[in-house]
């Protein structure tokens, strides 16, 4: 019986994690859904949950929200979804029904988001994404008018990356011909059709094309193969586990391009910690304005709460969205959803990725597409209306 | 020959990752779903002891195996060996140990997660390219490569020479008669088992030189165990290891001479051609 009772408590420490205590003063009580277990707990771990932890310290060391006058603190109650949509709706719908969530943020990755977008409608909750990257924003705004997008849509993604490609070509630095690798997911499938007219519109010769399964253990005959292409650029839809790969691979291999690109994950800290040197000139999805103040400031609290460096494509993001929900709950002067919700809608915000005023499709206009590492640190090069995109680098090797 | 080599070097990670699953399930009975776990469990301490210490994994496996092989041998007492004492049949223990181990493989998850975080980790060790017959190969790659075959070839030598070895596969092919002839069965079931877990365990702190892993990747480690484990054949080294070697040839074959997107059900195609010929396993014996 004991060594039972001992599993069954590992089970369910494992499983939920409840951070803060229960205040005196009638707490505000914020839902988080997402993956502490399954394939994107990883990316969860680096983006997401990190950002909720300093939140809730720095709002609850401030006295907790300005509520109509009324200080109240907040309290946080997590859920692992385990990576599976269909744990991510029970547990929103359990945080609506039984832990009774004043509000729940919007959960991890765009699959996730999609899926619970009819939950978080019924309950009236404010789903402000900030990891969804996809191009049904208008449909899904129609459909589910509480649903905001910080992030960006796909084809910008995809068309800034084929622009600054084109842009190297114009100046002479490389030729047509373009290596493009892709996971086979639903991100890397998306995107990798997503770009294949573009590269084409745009003139560029696609000599490999691939696809590989995810969580392939060795990707040398993908990067020798393209290597025998001969290309002038690679670029590649990319998971983490093989982003990291196909770089890996690239150096080995010494793959010889002006322009080389990977997509998720580039943005990470580990990934300039793990290729250093040669991480330099690797372009990526995402981006910062890292001379930005308020971006050196947030990256630096976000260090000395959670003990790591936030990524540089979608942690700012992910800190955004909780400070827009912050402040429409204080502008508002209520926790009433339908007030918030409308009161997001109504008004911009002053957060750590510059202002935030979502159009008429709950979408935010302005947002980073193009990342480059330069000196030791990954740079927004291209980005649908942000300041401070730096020069783009033609890559030199992999010394 | 680049196809060779390549496919080679992906056969020996392959054999780091089934070889303790096999001893695990053939010798002790136990069909251990947290198999990827263990791997990653391993994975981490040498990415960890790396990172902090700057602890080379190749020495970290030397504190790794031990350790493993002591966990291992206290899930086995605690948590499995009272499966084994009521279960009425072979049968009736391979369904229990699957249920039990697939709730182990979450608790470890769930460990993990709060031990070192749900983070990726990776670092560079002996990321450089060597040369092999005029094609490029990452050292690291050829490294772990090399530890398959001394770890394989060690066991290989243990089990067929030493006395030991020799009655563990006893228990392996006959548990009821090997009793008869004055073998602790209990005993070295528990051996096996810790044995298989270390194995696995330095495994992982190999793999982790080239491949990123997280605390939830284990899963996908434990499914290509089991398909080398079975095609190979239960409770037989030498099957499991030419599977491997089997599998990362003919992935490799695909992936080089028609398109990578098929490694995956190449993989599978052998697998079923494999189970409809020998359903035994390539080594296997039939079952009575």
């Known amino acids: 019986m004991k060594r039972r009772t001992t599993l069954k408590a590992g089970v369910a420490l494992a499983a939920m994690t409840l951070a803060g205590a229960a205040f005196a003063a009638d707490p505000i009580v914020i839902g988080a859904v997402a993956p502490k ?18 939140w809730v310290s720095e709002v609850n060391g401030r006295g907790g929200l300005d509520v109509g006058g009324e200080k109240r603190m907040i309290e946080v109650i997590e859920y692992d979804d385990q990576t599976n949509p269909q744990e991510t709706i029970k547990a929103v719908t359990r ?58 849509q796909n084809r910008e993604i995809v068309g800034d990356a084929v622009s600054i490609l084109n842009a190297l070509r114009e100046a002479g630095e490389i030729g047509d011909d373009v290596a493009m ?7 890397g499938i998306e995107l990798a059709a997503t770009a294949k007219p573009i590269f084409e519109e745009a003139g560029f010769n696609l000599v490999y094309e691939t696809s590989y399964p995810l969580g392939t253990q060795d990707l040398s005959p993908v990067m020798k193969a ?26 080995i291999e ?41 971006f050196q400031d947030y990256a630096a609290r976000h260090m000395e709460v959670t003990g790591q460096a936030p990524d540089h ?9 909780l400070q827009i929900l912050e402040q429409a709950i204080e502008g508002a002067g209520t926790i ?59 890559k030199e090797g992999w010394e | 020959m680049d196809i060779i080599i390549t496919g080679l070097i992906l056969g020996g990670t392959y054999a780091l990752i089934a070889i303790g699953l096999n001893l695990q399930y053939g010798v002790a009975r136990i069909m251990n779903l947290a198999n990827g776990e263990m791997l990653v469990a391993g994975g981490y301490t040498a990415f960890a002891l790396y990172t902090g210490a700057g602890l080379s994994p190749l020495l970290t496996i030397f504190l790794v195996a031990p350790a493993a092989f002591a966990v291992n041998w206290a899930i086995y007492r605690v948590m499995l060996r009272p499966l084994v004492k009521r279960a009425p049949n072979r049968g009736a223990l391979e369904q229990d140990s699957i249920l039990a181990t697939f709730g182990l493989s979450f608790v470890m998850v769930g460990l993990m997660v709060w031990a070192f975080g749900g983070d990726y980790f990776n670092y560079a060790y002996l990321s450089r390219r060597v040369e092999i017959f005029g094609d490029g190969f990452g050292l690291n790659r050829v490294v772990a490569f090399l530890c398959a075959t001394a770890l394989c070839a060690a066991l290989f030598i243990w089990m067929n020479l030493s006395r030991a070895g020799m009655v563990i596969r006893a228990v392996a092919v006959s548990p009821d008669s090997a009793r008869l002839v004055g073998i602790d069965v209990p005993r070295l079931s528990a051996i096996a088992f810790a044995l298989g877990g270390a194995v696995t365990a330095v495994g992982g702190a190999v793999l982790s030189t080239y491949l990123t892993l997280d605390a939830s990747t284990g899963v996908i480690f434990t499914m290509k165990a089991l398909i080398i ?43 079923i051609l494999i189970l409809l010929f020998r359903p035994q396993g390539l080594f296997g014996r039939r079952q009575a």
């Open chain 1, 181 to 187: 690798v892709n996971v086979a997911d639903a991100f």
């Open chain 1, 336 to 394: 009433d959803r339908e007030v918030v919700t409308q009161y997001i809608k109504d008004h911009a915000f002053e957060t750590v990725m510059g202002t935030v005023d979502f159009d008429e499709h709950n979408n935010n206009p302005e947002y980073w597409t193009v990342g480059q590492w330069q000196n030791g640190e990954f740079k927004g090069i291209a980005s649908t209306g942000r300041d401070g995109a730096v020069p783009v680098l033609i």
């Open chain 2, 229 to 271: 484990v079975i095609m190979g054949g239960v409770g037989d080294i030498r099957g499991t290891i030419v599977a491997a070697l089997i599998l990362g040839l003919g992935e490799t074959l695909v992936a080089t001479l028609i398109d990578p997107g098929l490694t995956l059900a190449a993989a599978y195609a052998l697998f």
């Open chain 1, 313 to 321: 494509w979608a942690s700012g993001m992910m800190y955004a969205s």
């Open chain 1, 37 to 54: 277990t399954g394939p994107l707990a990883g990316g969860a771990a680096v983006t997401h949950w990190p950002n909720i932890q300093l």
């Open chain 1, 95 to 152: 945080l609506a029904t039984q832990d009774k969530a004043d509000f729940v943020l919007a959960p991890y990755s765009t699959g996730l988001n999609l899926a619970a977008a009819p939950i978080y409608q019924r309950f009236g909750y404010p789903q402000i994404t900030s990891s969804a990257s996809t191009d049904q924003i208008v449909e899904l705004s129609d459909k589910f008018p509480g649903m905001f997008f910080l992030l960006g």
């Open chain 1, 254 to 294: 010494d793959l010889d391009v002006k322009a080389f690109y990977t997509a998720v994950a580039t943005a990470f800290p580990a990934y300039g910690e793990r290729f250093g040197a040669a991480a330099e000139g690797v372009m990526g999805i995402g981006g910062v304005n890292t001379a930005s103040p308020e």
């Open chain 1, 226 to 251: 393209a290597k025998a292409a001969d290309p002038d650029a690679f670029v590649a839809w990319s998971y983490p586990p093989d982003t990291f790969g196909l770089t890996e691979q690239a150096i």
